[in-house]
């Protein structure tokens, strides 16, 4: 899900290039399109799934679709998801919230239900959710945003339990800063891009291709004894004291 930019296109494109049919969603038809052309140009498969993820119905009703027209799923990305402008307490901040959990984890959360029983049947799968470095660390301009995501990271490891069993895994990738859209335009400002470069051992932000590179990681079978698992990609902010 969210395939059609930043680190969501960027595991389609990998993926895709390792061999993979690649089912590219987003709400945008234009988009999705577009996405599937410049891969099957570079010589992959991709097909479009377009869906609203904070729809439920629709959610489910995509999910079955490309079952149906694959045959069976091999992996599952759930990458979909916003921010919110507002802290929580702001005044109207409330409007933003059903919105942010619906699309940032209620849809990796449906994606879960309907998806990991058939690959369990299929005798087994991977899927990786995308969480946040926001979901390990006090925010208080994006409470919201990381309350989502810091479940995204739980979700992972509940399904991971439940699913193991039956030889489905399932881990989430937490990203640092990546050179995205909403992430570029933080980094305009000086001050804040020299304190956020000031946090990082690496000293430089991240990659797109560099996260989805760590998310095709978990869901290949290079890391088959490796379940329940939240990989952080965030070239050390975690880790540092900011020196």
């Known amino acids: 899900t969210g395939a059609t930019s930043g680190i969501g296109r960027a595991i389609a494109q990998v993926l895709a290039s390792a061999g993979a049919h690649v089912f590219v969603n987003s709400e945008n038809e234009t988009a999705c399109k577009e996405t599937c052309k410049g891969i099957c140009d570079a ?4 097909s479009s799934a377009v869906c609203d993820v904070s729809n439920a119905e629709a959610l489910r009703k995509m999910a079955h ?13 759930c990458n979909a998801g916003v921010t919110g402008a507002k802290r929580i307490g702001d005044a109207g901040y409330e409007a933003d919230v059903e919105k942010i ?3 940032n984890l ?4 449906l994606l879960c239900e309907e998806i990991l029983p058939e690959m369990a049947k299929a005798g087994g799968g991977a899927a990786v959710l995308t969480s946040s470095l926001a979901g390990l660390r006090g925010n208080a301009g994006i409470g919201v945003y990381s309350l989502t995501k810091a479940a995204v990271a ?4 509940d399904m991971a339990v439940r699913w193991g069993p039956k030889n489905v895994r399932v881990n989430a990738v937490s990203p640092g800063l990546i050179a995205t859209g909403w992430e570029t335009q933080i980094l305009r400002e000086k001050e804040a891009a020299s304190r956020r470069l000031r946090m990082t051992p690496l000293r430089r932000i991240g990659q797109p291709e560099e996260i989805a590179a760590a998310a095709v990681f978990l869901a290949s079978d290079a890391a088959g004894f490796i379940t329940g698992h939240n990989l952080i990609v965030d070239g050390g902010t975690l880790i ?3 020196i």
Do not use: E, K
């Open 65 to 77: 679709a490309v079952w149906r027209n694959a045959g069976r799923l091999d992996m599952l990305f």
């Open 106 to 109: 209620h849809h990796a959360r």
């Open 101 to 103: 959990f619906a699309i």
């Open 43 to 46: 010589g992959g498969r991709a």
């Open 240 to 242: 540092t004291d900011g």
């Open 154 to 157: 739980q979700l992972a490891r």
